[in-house]
């Protein structure tokens, strides 16, 4: 599994490749907690998260919406998925978070240049954040 970043103006894009398609959605959460963290770590909690869609693109971009959301709400920073049940049109997903002081540097996802593609025996995804 990896992911990286891309920056562009007053855009981030993620980039993520991994050999199982769960992993995808559990990288994007990494990554997001890992661009808000902050150094203060308060109290762990988890939140569990659903999202719905046909398509895994827009599920990947709803699941990110929703932890901003948290963030954005609740000051809690994501860091890992405890668990994670993927089915054709669903996700539901235990999100390991902490309270903090995170970056409130994400305004949300664009469906600009969204992809989540199955390529080599590999899944990739890319997703465009509006910062």
């Given at each position: 599994?990896s ?12 980039e ?34 659903t ?26 920073v ?46 990739r ?7």
């Amino acid at each position: 599994m990896s992911y990286r970043w891309v920056e562009h103006t007053a855009e981030l894009e993620l980039e993520i490749e991994a050999q199982r398609e769960d992993a995808v959605f559990v990288d994007a959460v990494r990554a997001l907690g890992e661009l808000l963290a902050d150094e203060s770590r308060g109290d762990r909690v988890s939140r569990e998260v659903t999202v719905e869609s046909p398509e895994r693109a827009v599920m990947l971009l709803r699941l990110l919406d929703e932890l901003v959301y948290l963030v954005e709400t609740e000051d809690l920073v994501p860091e890992d998925v405890e668990r994670i049940e993927l089915s054709n049109r669903r996700l539901v997903a235990t999100v390991c978070c902490y309270h903090g002081s995170p970056r409130h540097l994400v305004k949300g996802t664009t469906y600009h240049r969204l992809v989540f593609q199955r390529a080599d025996h590999r899944f990739r995804a890319t997703v465009v954040l509006d910062v």
